[in-house]
């Protein structure tokens, strides 16, 4: 696939995205104010009515009716935009199943939520930028979704994935489309102007190659999966990847003394947002 098509395909998919990307170029620069988050968040009406909403919710407080963007940036500050956004995102994504992959709607969005708040909850303790590791475990996925249209578009249809056929996801989808989901997320994120550390996280991030170990918040995407595998929270054709290993966890400066307070604010938040989506 050229990097043309799959720019192209991704066109596709709720304009969530670029806002998200957009959002975090200004929470990077020390200049942003509210009022330009708000004006961002604005000229989505679809995902504005989304963070109203999910503003509204006991995830972010609920003390008192919000009922304009304006006021939902403001009660929750620039602490909490990227998780509110983060959260109307992935419910806007994952309304439809991805069927090539087998991946059910509510499986796609709980994996995108547990994976992003478990990267979130790691990333504090390892030392490494929270809001870069919820926003790479949140999209990590992208790359799954064009693969799965293009596969659902193809006037040939591309083959189902079969984990009795295929040891994962990675071989099925270099030999059907020639390219890996995590190269195509990387690629598009590189696209969308997302931090250049982001996209070769993720295009690193099933850790199958010797130089992975070395990008941290590679491997703290992968224990987070690994988080989310022992809820089953993840995804059938990558279940071999995640192994939490002492080897990964030194990577990143972790002990297993670690997890379970990770677990338990993963498991808040995931709860949380669940309930801030309605379902």
């Known amino acids: 696939m050229s990097r043309e098509t799959i720019v192209e395909i991704a066109s596709t998919l709720p304009a969530d995205i670029r806002v998200l990307s957009k959002l975090t170029e200004l929470l990077q620069d020390v200049d942003s104010d509210l009022d330009e988050i708000s004006a961002l ?6 995902l504005s009515a989304q963070v109203v909403r999910i503003g509204n919710s006991p995830m972010f407080g609920g003390a008192r009716t919000i009922a304009t ?19 109307a995102t992935a419910g806007r994504l994952s309304e439809a199943t991805l069927q090539c992959y ?52 193809d006037s ?8 009795s056929r295929w040891p994962d996801y990675v071989t099925w989808e270099k030999r059907v489309f020639g390219i890996s989901s995590c190269e195509v997320t990387a690629l598009l994120l590189d696209e969308w102007r997302f931090p250049n550390e982001m996209a070769e996280a993720i295009r690193a991030h099933y850790i199958l190659e010797p130089g992975d170990m070395d990008c941290p918040l590679a491997v703290l995407l992968n224990v987070g999966n690994g988080m ?18 002492p080897e990964k966890l030194s990577a990143i400066g972790l002990t297993e003394d670690d997890f379970e307070p990770a677990i338990v604010a993963t498991e808040k938040s995931f709860e949380a947002a669940i309930l801030s989506l309605g379902n």
């Open 41 to 46: 968040l604005r000229g989505d009406v679809t």
């Open 69 to 87: 963007v304006e006021e939902a940036v403001q009660c929750v500050g620039f602490g909490q935009i990227l998780k509110l956004v983060g959260t």
């Open 102 to 153: 087998d991946i059910s709607a509510k499986l796609l969005r709980d994996n995108m939520l547990y994976g992003a708040f478990a990267a979130e909850a790691l990333a504090r303790p390892a030392g490494i930028d929270p809001r870069l590791a919820f926003s790479a475990g949140l999209l990590r996925s992208v790359g799954l979704m064009v693969l799965d249209r293009s596969g659902r578009g």
């Open 156 to 163: 040939t249809s591309a083959p189902l994935y079969s984990s």
């Open 228 to 245: 989310a595998r022992f809820v089953s929270r993840s995804f059938q054709g990558e279940d071999n990847l995640w192994e939490i290993t």
